[in-house]
């Protein structure tokens, strides 16, 4: 699987634009300034462009050997993936921020924790998906509320008769409705955020730099070492297939050491001086 650290950039334009003035406005601007968050093109270049190569990769595996088992096994197989990544990172990221919470100075622990709006988003964005679908299944399950507690609703207003069983019908096809079209658009949703939530680290780049740079490589030795216990996806020669696997943890590994370096050497930015010690 993919990971690539998202470079946050404050974009004036575009179809968000409207949103984080309303974030701002009300929230206050509270994201590191450039001191601490350079707006680096060359790190979100290599970052781009790892991440394409891994993708053509991964794309080249599965063209060129047969699945291991059936399709359907291999797309909840990479949902599985998927949702590891979530906890591992979601994990991570609290344990991270609440390190730097914890390690730094008081002043720098009130400037951290005026940063958190953004992993919080990310996490309460990322929990929206699966409760959007309780939801819907609870509604069309009849679990939430049913046909007798509408009627018994109703006729407390118009009494009992047709224009009690009309309303009660009117008001639990629309909630039918409701909720089939909710559960559609919960599921690509939830997908969607929960790789968000992973290519950006849940926004662990709002509290500090330093932050996506210390947690990806947890994040792929992870998995990697889940799709070494769990078998191969592919059926190819183990040197092609370890290859492969290695490739992704030694290029974010190498990928988060050359971005801690350039941060030091170029902006000055370290662990230290991150918790003002």
């Given amino acids: 699987m993919s990971t690539a650290r998202a470079q946050t950039v404050d ?9 984080n003035e309303f974030f701002h406005a009300c929230m206050g601007d509270r994201a590191p300034g450039l001191d601490e968050r350079p707006d680096d093109r060359l790190i979100g270049r290599m970052q781009i ?15 060129a050997y047969p699945l291991s088992s059936g399709r ?15 906890a591992i990172l979601l994990a991570g990221s609290i344990i991270g921020i609440a390190a730097f919470l914890i390690a730094g100075t008081p002043d720098r622990r009130r400037d951290f924790a005026r940063r958190l709006l953004g992993p919080v988003a990310s996490m309460l964005a990322l929990a929206l998906g699966p409760a959007s679908t309780w939801l819907s299944l609870t509604t069309l399950k009849g679990e939430l509320v049913d046909g007798g507690d509408l009627m018994g609703f109703f006729s407390s207003i118009v009494g009992r ?14 909630g039918w ?14 997908i ?15 509290v500090h730099q330093l932050l996506p740079a210390l947690l990806s490589p947890l994040l792929v ?10 078998g191969p996806d592919v059926a190819a020669p183990p040197e092609v297939l370890y290859a492969f696997l290695l490739g992704g943890p030694l290029s974010v590994t190498a990928l988060s050491v ?3 370096r350039r941060l030091r050497s170029r902006y000055g930015i370290t662990l230290r001086g991150a918790l003002g010690r």
């Fill in 49 to 63: 462009g790892r991440t394409l190569l891994g993708m053509v990769a991964a794309v080249w595996l599965i063209a």
């Fill in 161 to 174: 008769g047709i224009l009690c069983s009309l309303l009660s019908f009117v008001v639990l096809a629309i």
């Fill in 177 to 190: 409705l409701l909720s089939i079209a909710l559960l559609i658009a919960s599921i690509p949703f939830t």
């Fill in 258 to 260: 050359w971005e801690v």
């Fill in 11 to 19: 974009d004036g334009s575009g179809p968000f634009a409207t949103v």
């Fill in 72 to 86: 359907q096994e291999f797309v909840l197989g990479k949902l599985v993936e998927l949702a590891i990544a979530c």
């Fill in 192 to 206: 969607l955020m929960a790789y968000i939530c992973v290519a950006t680290c849940f926004r662990a780049s709002d």
């Fill in 221 to 230: 030795w992870s998995l990697f070492a889940f799709q070494v216990f769990n």
